[in-house]
């Protein structure tokens, strides 16, 4: 980004973003959810690839979880990152690029969590 952290600056800022939807319900004390950022999200992706699809806009990049090879050395089928999206769809699969140590750590805690959400998921659409 440009910007620079100290470590105890990472580690809150991480925090917070893992936790902002806990966030949200308690300054809602409790009457609400954060279903509105998950509806944003989703609300700018579908511009987004509207714009590519239909649109023929060239070079736009959201960040996507989507079935990829970034991680497939790790036994993980999908995962997040920044994609190109064009006519056709997805053009590109960016790779996560330049990571610090704190980064790698929480990729590899992340890993085996994920292998198994996918397995379930998986799971779950083969028995639909």
Request: glycine content about 12%.
């Amino acid at each position: 980004s440009g910007h620079s952290f100290t470590e105890e600056e990472v580690k809150a800022l991480t925090h917070r973003i893992q936790f902002g939807g806990d966030e949200v319900v308690k300054a809602k004390n409790g009457t609400g959810s954060a279903t509105l950022s998950m509806a944003f999200a989703g609300a700018r992706f579908t511009n987004s690839l509207l714009e590519a699809t239909v649109g023929g806009k060239k070079g736009v990049v959201e960040p996507t979880f989507v079935q990829s090879d970034v991680f497939a050395k790790e036994g993980v089928e999908f995962f997040a990152t920044n994609v190109e999206l064009g006519t056709q769809g997805v053009e590109k699969i960016h790779p996560v690029g330049k990571i610090n140590q704190y980064e790698q750590g929480l990729i590899d805690a992340a890993i085996p969590e994920l292998k198994g959400n996918i397995t379930k998921g998986k799971a779950f659409i083969n028995k639909a």
